[in-house]
């Protein structure tokens, strides 16, 4: 049974053993479903402290790949998995902690976010990791929450440009006009820019089809189109 919430030091213990675990032989088919399913370099892989746990530890999150979440300041705040069998009937599972508070890969993404003047927010964590493999290091994500004031309050102290590029379900498509018809009128001097993918594709999917400049002139015709309405 997993609990619902690690004490901090088994968390952190946890994340330490998994990114151990990953460069093992026993992780092998963990870092080759990152690296070649999911296209992860071996830069990002380290950078977030992404790790497995192997099924012989007979640990509660045997067979799962560990990513830990952080919040701005480099603090632990969570522990998010995923099976590494897609067929798993609890696939994917996460410490109980409040999503809309925190960004995935801030942390990690808030110099370029600064330098830049501009983040990508994405829905998933595995969409930013991916982004980041391919040098758009100023990606984050809403971890599949819908996009909240607190976070764009977070991100606002380092940019003015927000890229709203999530999933091409309809769900996607209804969380970018909601953001849009929620806060582009009442946060002055911030840019909420929609990032619209083809029907039914994933922003890594996307990423992988077109390229790291298909991508690029993806984000320039929106912003085109956002400068001409």
Same mark, same amino acid.
């Given at each position: $049974?997993?609990?619902?919430?690690?004490?901090? $030091? #088994?968390?952190?213990?946890?994340?330490?053993?998994?990114? /151990?675990?990953?460069?093992?032989? +026993? !992780?092998?088919? @963990? #870092?080759?479903?990152?690296?070649?399913?999911?296209?992860?370099?071996?830069?990002?892989?380290?950078?977030?402290?992404? &790790?497995?746990?192997?099924?012989?530890? &007979?640990?509660? #999150?045997? !067979?799962?790949?560990?990513?830990?979440?952080?919040?701005?300041?480099?603090? $632990?705040?969570?522990?998010?998995?995923?099976?590494?069998?897609? +067929?798993?009937?609890?696939?994917?599972?996460?410490?109980?902690?409040?999503?809309?508070?925190?960004?995935?890969?801030?942390?990690? @993404?808030?110099?370029?976010?600064?330098?830049? +003047?501009?983040?990508?927010?994405? *829905?998933?964590?595995?969409?930013?990791?991916?982004?980041?493999?391919?040098?758009?290091?100023?990606?984050?994500?809403? %971890? !599949?929450?819908?996009?909240?004031?607190?976070?764009?309050?977070?991100? %606002?102290?380092?940019? /003015?440009?927000?890229?709203?590029?999530?999933?091409?379900?309809?769900?996607?498509?209804? %969380?970018?006009?909601?953001?849009?018809? $929620?806060? %582009?009128?009442? /946060?002055? !001097?911030?840019?909420?820019?929609?990032?619209?993918?083809?029907?039914?594709?994933?922003?890594? *999917?996307? #990423?992988?089809?077109?390229?790291?400049?298909?991508?690029? *002139?993806?984000?320039? /015709?929106?912003?085109?189109?956002?400068?001409?309405?």
């Amino acid at each position: $049974m997993i609990p619902d919430k690690y004490p901090e $030091m #088994l968390r952190r213990k946890i994340v330490k053993a998994a990114k /151990t675990s990953l460069r093992n032989p +026993n !992780g092998k088919k @963990a #870092l080759d479903y990152l690296k070649d399913v999911r296209k992860f370099s071996d830069v990002v892989i380290d950078k977030f402290d992404i &790790g497995y746990c192997p099924p012989e530890v &007979g640990h509660e #999150l045997s !067979g799962r790949i560990i990513t830990p979440i952080y919040d701005t300041y480099g603090e $632990m705040v969570a522990i998010s998995t995923r099976h590494l069998n897609e +067929n798993h009937d609890r696939r994917f599972w996460h410490e109980s902690f409040e999503k809309g508070y925190y960004l995935y890969g801030l942390y990690q @993404a808030k110099d370029t976010i600064r330098r830049l +003047n501009k983040v990508i927010i994405v *829905e998933g964590e595995f969409d930013a990791l991916a982004f980041h493999s391919y040098g758009f290091t100023m990606t984050v994500a809403c %971890s !599949g929450s819908a996009f909240s004031l607190f976070q764009i309050a977070l991100l %606002s102290r380092y940019c /003015t440009n927000f890229y709203l590029l999530f999933d091409g379900d309809i769900a996607g498509r209804k %969380s970018i006009q909601r953001t849009l018809d $929620m806060y %582009s009128k009442y /946060t002055y !001097g911030l840019n909420f820019i929609p990032v619209y993918l083809p029907k039914d594709v994933d922003p890594d *999917e996307f #990423l992988f089809e077109v390229g790291a400049n298909g991508v690029k *002139e993806k984000f320039k /015709t929106a912003k085109d189109e956002y400068d001409f309405i």
